[in-house]
C-alpha cells in the first residue's frame, strides 16, 4: 500500500530540547514536503525537497532544519523548539502526475 | 510567487442542498490546482486536481471544479451534499514545473458543515 508515514503522532516538549519527526515515504518519489498546520492559515510549506541532498526553503523555514539522504526519508529537525512551534504538521510526498500523498500528522506541543 | 484565497471560511448548507466553495489564486506562472478534504483528526486527502485538458474535473465522492484561467478560479462545486461530507476543505496550487515543482500553496481552508 502507497503511504507516507510519520512519527511520532503526537509529542509534548519543551522549550529548547532538541527533536526530530521521522517521515517516510515507500512510493520512490523524489519530491517530499513538510507543512505545518494552524487554525485560520491553512497548511504553510516549511521546506521541501526535489531529490536526495536537494532541499530548499518553503514559507516559514526559520526554526526548523531538514535532511535528505535517503529517498524514502526527509525527518523534519528542531533544534531548539520554541512555544510558537506548537501545531500539527504534515509530511507528503509528491509524484509527477502532481499527485500529493500526505502523513497522518504529528501533533507538537511546546511547553 | 503564488497565493491561494479562499473566500469562505465557513459554509453551512442542509443535507442534499447543492454546495459551492469557492477559490481564487495569483502566480506569475502556470501552475497546477488541487482541492483537498481534511475530515476531523486526519490527514489530507486528494479530492481532484486540474493539470491541463478539459477545465471541468471530476473527482472522488461526487466532486467537480472548474478551472476558469481568465478569473484565476477554480470553484469546487456538489449538486447534493451528504452528512458526511462535512469536513475542511483546502485549494492549493503549484508551479507545473521547474525547480519550484512541489512548492504547494494553500488557502486557508474552508469549512464545510451539513446539517440534517
Known amino acids: 500500500e502507497a503511504q507516507v508515514t510519520q512519527n511520532p503522532r503526537y509529542l509534548i516538549t519543551v522549550t529548547g530540547k532538541k527533536l526530530t519527526v521521522t517521515c517516510s515515504q515507500n512510493m520512490n518519489h523524489e519530491y517530499m514536503s513538510w507543512y505545518r498546520q494552524d487554525p485560520g492559515l491553512g497548511l504553510r510549506q516549511i521546506y521541501y525537497?526535489?531529490?536526495?541532498?536537494?532541499?530548499d526553503k518553503g514559507d516559514v523555514p526559520e526554526g526548523y532544519k531538514v535532511s535528505r539522504k535517503e529517498k524514502r526519508n526527509f525527518p523534519l529537525i528542531l533544534e531548539s523548539p520554541s512555544p510558537n512551534q506548537t501545531s500539527l504538521y504534515f509530511c507528503?510526498?509528491?509524484?509527477?502526475?502532481?499527485?500529493?500523498?500526505f502523513g497522518p500528522g504529528t501533533r507538537l506541543t511546546v511547553l | 510567487a503564488q497565493s491561494v484565497t479562499q473566500l469562505d471560511s465557513q459554509v453551512p448548507v442542509f443535507e442534499e442542498a447543492p454546495v459551492e466553495l469557492r477559490c481564487n489564486y495569483s502566480?506569475?506562472?502556470?501552475?497546477?490546482l488541487f482541492w483537498y478534504v481534511q475530515y476531523p483528526n486526519q490527514g489530507l486527502q486528494l479530492l481532484l486536481k486540474?493539470?491541463?485538458?478539459?477545465?471541468l474535473v471530476k473527482g472522488i465522492n461526487g466532486f467537480e471544479a472548474e478551472f476558469n484561467k481568465s478569473q484565476t478560479s477554480f470553484h469546487l462545486r456538489k449538486p447534493s451534499v451528504h452528512i458526511s461530507d462535512t469536513a475542511e476543505y483546502f485549494c492549493?496550487?503549484?508551479?507545473?514545473?521547474?525547480?519550484?515543482?512541489?512548492?504547494?500553496?494553500f488557502g486557508q481552508g474552508t469549512i464545510l458543515t451539513v446539517h440534517p
Open positions: 486540474y493539470l491541463s485538458g478539459s477545465t
Open positions: 502566480s506569475s506562472v502556470s501552475v497546477y
Open positions: 492549493a496550487v503549484t508551479p507545473l514545473g521547474g525547480t519550484s515543482y512541489g512548492k504547494l500553496t
Open positions: 525537497s526535489m531529490n536526495v541532498e536537494v532541499t
Open positions: 507528503a510526498s509528491i509524484n509527477l502526475a502532481g499527485h500529493e500523498y
